[in-house]
């Protein structure tokens, strides 16, 4: 079960483990780790790279979630949207309590591409909708608009300062971008 | 904003999205969702697509984390629930117990047994204050949890501050470089572009610096664009177009100033109906507005 895509698991199975968790059923987060850990672990890890502060990071992820479900509100999205926000808002506010950003935040995103190239025979599931078929349907352009916004933390004005690029342009390849991406599980 | 296309247009669903929206514009967007199924369906449409590029970069974590992190987060969760400090409970109220179902028994023979008698005040007297101790622990075991929940809230709060912040330290210089640009006649050449026959009504300007190389479009009134359209700024130079950028759909609705790409030379300045993102040359026939520096 865990091997399920995340993105398809029933609302109904989510519902249930957010009231196990609701409720203060502790074996619930055992499941929810063995569920969501390497989907968290895999944004964490690529927005603040050290092993050692993604392993600090899940945990904190672990426990806010535990603290704040109760404000979970299934209406405004699934449950693995809100607990994905939750760590890449815990692993950017990481980064940007080291002051990691300014110095070397572009070099780090392409350290981290290369790192995860090499790990990705042993890590990836088949089963899910990988890497290899994203960089298939986005053009590098979009990809790296969307790994700024999305694993550097940075606003589409950032990025745009960044790139040497109108905002226009970072929000229309931004936009291209997430429709490519909505389409892939339609 | 009042029909859905305009917010599905607005690009706030996708700042939505990628979390760069503050917690009023946050409720806002929510709201509107809630209103127009068309913005709910995109809205989800766009946080599944973000949702499958966070799943795609999927990492195990390393061996031994797991033991390692869950451990430590269930210790953390479990101080914070009752189950824990109850834990401890049963070997002390064994005999607590244990003394006062004694204690008749013990009181009947009293006169014989005053040692055990001396012996089971005391530990009435423990048991009480046993009991005094455990329902003070559960008082500040409340109190405890009161404050972590207050504490977590007022955190959540500054962090909303902060960004809150962010967002307007950002608006604020985007501003100030507007008014700059329209405050330096010195610096940023007016050039206006007027309808061509097709579309009389048609009015934009921009403002070009030649030697920065600046190009900032502001647009006074542009015909509505056909789905799957942007209007692109073309400057010319010796007669040759030379592509200044795709207008947002904020600049076209005449939202404000939008900075372009930076353009060495020119003597006059078109925007035409291009397919989304622009395209390399101008499409001539859907030539909208022209103006000569």
Redesign the interface.
């Given at each position: 079960m865990p091997d399920e895509?995340?993105?398809s698991i029933p609302t109904a199975a989510e519902a249930a483990l957010v009231s196990r968790l609701r409720a203060?059923d502790?074996t619930a987060?055992?499941e929810f780790?063995d569920r969501y850990?390497?989907?968290l672990?895999?944004?964490i890890?690529?927005i603040v790279k050290a092993?050692d502060e993604a392993?600090d990071v899940?945990?904190e992820a672990?426990?806010k979630i535990?603290?704040?479900i109760e404000s979970y509100d299934p209406s405004?999205?699934?449950l693995?949207?809100w607990v994905?926000?939750i760590s890449?808002?815990l692993a950017i506010?990481k980064i940007r309590s080291r002051q990691h950003r300014v110095s070397s935040r572009t070099q780090g995103l392409d350290d981290s591409l290369a790192a995860?190239r090499q790990?990705a025979p042993?890590?990836?599931?088949p089963e899910?909708?990988?890497?290899q078929?994203?960089t298939k349907q986005l053009v590098p352009e979009q990809r790296q608009v969307?790994d700024l916004?999305?694993f550097g933390g940075f606003?589409?004005?950032e990025a745009a300062e960044e790139l040497n690029l109108?905002?226009?342009?970072v929000?229309?390849r931004?936009?291209?971008a997430?429709?490519?991406?909505?389409?892939?599980?339609? | 904003m009042e029909n859905y296309q305009e917010i599905l247009e607005s690009?706030r669903l996708?700042?939505y999205?990628?979390?760069?929206l503050d917690p009023a514009a946050r409720a806002e967007v929510?709201a509107q969702a809630r209103r127009y199924p068309e913005v709910r369906e995109e809205l989800?449409?766009?946080?599944?697509?973000?949702?499958?590029?966070?799943?795609?970069?999927?990492?195990?974590?390393?061996a031994g984390?797991?033991e390692?992190?869950?451990g430590?987060?269930?210790a953390?969760?479990?101080t914070?629930?009752p189950?824990v400090p109850a834990a401890p409970a049963p070997a002390p109220e064994v005999p607590t117990m244990r003394v006062l179902a004694s204690n008749p028994h013990v009181a009947s023979v009293a006169p014989v047994a005053e040692p055990a008698a001396r012996r089971s005040g005391w530990a009435i007297a423990a048991s009480i204050a046993l009991l005094l101790s455990l329902v003070g622990n559960a008082m500040l075991y409340t109190n405890l949890q009161q404050t972590?929940?207050d504490l977590?809230l007022a955190l959540g709060e500054q962090?909303r501050f902060a960004s809150a912040t962010q967002v307007m330290e950002?608006r604020l210089s985007?501003t100030q470089e507007q008014l700059h640009v329209l405050r330096s006649p010195d610096e940023y050449k007016l050039v206006a572009l007027a309808g061509t026959p097709a579309h009389p009504t048609a009015r934009a300007r921009v403002l070009f610096n030649k030697a920065a190389h600046r190009v900032y479009v502001d647009v006074a009134q542009l015909p509505p664009l056909p789905s799957g359209k942007?209007y692109q700024l073309w400057a010319l130079d010796q007669g040759k177009p030379v592509d200044a950028?795709?207008?947002?759909a904020a600049?076209t609705a005449g939202d404000g100033l939008?900075?372009?790409?930076d353009i060495t030379s020119a003597q006059a300045f078109a925007m035409t109906v291009e397919p989304?993102?622009g395209s390399a040359g101008p499409t001539l026939d859907t030539m909208t507005v022209i103006g000569n520096i």
């Open positions: 895509p995340l993105i203060r502790e987060m055992t780790y850990s390497a989907a672990y895999g944004v890890q690529r092993e392993e899940l945990q672990l426990v535990w603290h704040a405004k999205g699934r693995f949207t994905v926000n890449r808002n506010d995860q790990a042993a890590t990836f599931r899910h909708v990988g890497l078929e994203i969307i916004l999305y606003t589409q004005s109108p905002l226009g342009t929000k229309t931004a936009r291209t997430l429709k490519v991406l909505a389409k892939l599980i339609r | 690009g996708e700042q999205a990628l979390g760069e929510e989800d449409a766009l946080l599944a697509g973000l949702d499958v590029y966070a799943e795609a970069h999927a990492l195990t974590p390393p984390m797991r390692r992190v869950l430590r987060v269930l953390e969760i479990s914070a629930t189950s972590r929940s977590a962090t950002r985007a942007q950028g795709v207008l947002t600049t939008q900075q372009m790409k989304t993102g």
